[in-house]
C-alpha cells in the first residue's frame, strides 16, 4: 500500500522543508490540495527538491478551467516533476462553481466525464502527435498548431485521479480516469458495497480491470501518544464526520448504514442559529458511527488496522487528521504500511 502526506505549507521555505522531509520518512507522494491557495505552485518546489517522491493535486478544482488551460499546467508539472505529477480532480459544487468561479455548472458526472476525455486528447496531440479533434456537449477542442504544442512530458500525459462519492461520478472515475480519490467522509462498508462494483462498472465499460486502476483513500484517523491527544483527535474526528454528515449530498453513505435520521438531524441543526450547533452535532456522532468512518487506536496499532480494514480495498492511502499532532507520529505508521506482509 502506498502512503502519502498532505502539503499543508505554502511558503517556499516551508514547502521545500515539507517536500524533504516526506521523501526522507519514506512517503510515496505528497498531495496539494485547492481551497486558500492555488494547488500547483507548490508542486514546482517540491518536486525539484526531491528524487523520488511523487506529486499531485487531492483536489484541483476542474470546473474552475477550461480543459486546454488545465492540460498546459499539468503537461508542464509533468515535465518539471520527471514524470511524477499526478492530476487529481473534483467537481467542486454549483454554488461555489457559479458564484465563486463564474463558470458553468451542469450535469457534474457528465461535464466531468467529458472533461477528463478532453485532457486525454489534449495530451495524445503533445505526447503522441495525434490531430487534435475533439468535440463534446460541454467542451470542444480543434486547433492545436506546433507553435502552442509543447513537446512530449516525460513518462507521457499524467495520471488523472477523479474524485466522488456519489456512485455517477465513482462510475465516471472508473471509464476514464486512471484512478479514483475517495472523500474522507466514506466507510469500509461504503467502499466494499458501493464504491467498488461502481467502479469496476465504469472500468468494463471501458474495457479495462482493476489493476489498470488506484483507489486512494484519505482516511480519518483519530489516533494520540497520550490519554490527552487521543481525546483531541477523537474530539476532532467527531466534529469532522459530524460536518460532513451535515452535507444532504453525503447522505447516501450514512442510508447505507441506516443512518439517514442522524443526517437530518446533523442538516438541521448545522442551519440552525443555535450559538452551539457545532458542538450539538459532534455530540450526535457516537462510538459506532466514529468507528465506521475513523481509524481510532494509539501509534503502534494504526497501520495494522488500517491492513485489517481497507488492505483489499485500496490501492493508496493518506491520513486525514481533524487536529494537531506532531508528524513524527507518523513515520512509523508509514513504514509500517510501506513493508510488504
Do not use: C
Amino acid at each position: 500500500m502506498k502512503v502519502d502526506g498532505k502539503l499543508n505549507v505554502w511558503s517556499t521555505a516551508e514547502v521545500v522543508e515539507e517536500a524533504r522531509h516526506h521523501e526522507k520518512a519514506g512517503y510515496d507522494g505528497l498531495w496539494a490540495s485547492e481551497s486558500k491557495h492555488d494547488p500547483f505552485l507548490p508542486l514546482v518546489l517540491a518536486a525539484e527538491h526531491t528524487d523520488r517522491l511523487e506529486v499531485g493535486t487531492a483536489i484541483a478544482v476542474a470546473f474552475a478551467r477550461s480543459p486546454m488551460q488545465l492540460a498546459y499546467t499539468a503537461h508542464d508539472l509533468q515535465t518539471y516533476a520527471g514524470g511524477r505529477f499526478s492530476l487529481g480532480l473534483g467537481s467542486q459544487i454549483k454554488p461555489h462553481i457559479e458564484r465563486r468561479f463564474d463558470m458553468p455548472w451542469s450535469r457534474p458526472a457528465a461535464r466531468m466525464r467529458e472533461y477528463v476525455s478532453a485532457l486525454h486528447a489534449i495530451w495524445a496531440a503533445w505526447n503522441e502527435g495525434e490531430k487534435l479533434d475533439f468535440r463534446g456537449d460541454f467542451y470542444s477542442h480543434t486547433l492545436m498548431s506546433p507553435f502552442f504544442s509543447p513537446p512530449p512530458a516525460p513518462g507521457g500525459a499524467p495520471k488523472v485521479f477523479v474524485a466522488a462519492v456519489g456512485q455517477a461520478m465513482t462510475r465516471v472515475a472508473g471509464e476514464v480516469a486512471d484512478g479514483l480519490l475517495a472523500h474522507g467522509f466514506t466507510t469500509e462498508r461504503y467502499l466494499r458495497e458501493v464504491t467498488l462494483p461502481t467502479v469496476e462498472a465504469g472500468l468494463t465499460a471501458s474495457g479495462r480491470t482493476r489493476a489498470d486502476f488506484a483507489v486512494s483513500h484519505l482516511l480519518l484517523t483519530a489516533t494520540g501518544r497520550t490519554e490527552e491527544e487521543m481525546t483531541r483527535a477523537i474530539d476532532g474526528t467527531r466534529a469532522q464526520i459530524a460536518f460532513y454528515g451535515s452535507t444532504p449530498a453525503y447522505r447516501g453513505v450514512l442510508e447505507l448504514h441506516g443512518w439517514g435520521e442522524l443526517g437530518d438531524e446533523l442538516h438541521a441543526l448545522s442551519t440552525s442559529r443555535r450559538e452551539d450547533k457545532w458542538e450539538a452535532m459532534s455530540r450526535l456522532v457516537d462510538d459506532e458511527v466514529l468507528h465506521a468512518f475513523a481509524v481510532v487506536a494509539e501509534p503502534a496499532r494504526v497501520a495494522g488496522e488500517i491492513r485489517r480494514r481497507y488492505g483489499a480495498l485500496v490501492d493508496r492511502v493518506s491520513f486525514y487528521t481533524a487536529y494537531e499532532i506532531d508528524a513524527e507520529v507518523w513515520e512509523p505508521i508509514v513504514q509500517e504500511l510501506r513493508t510488504p506482509e
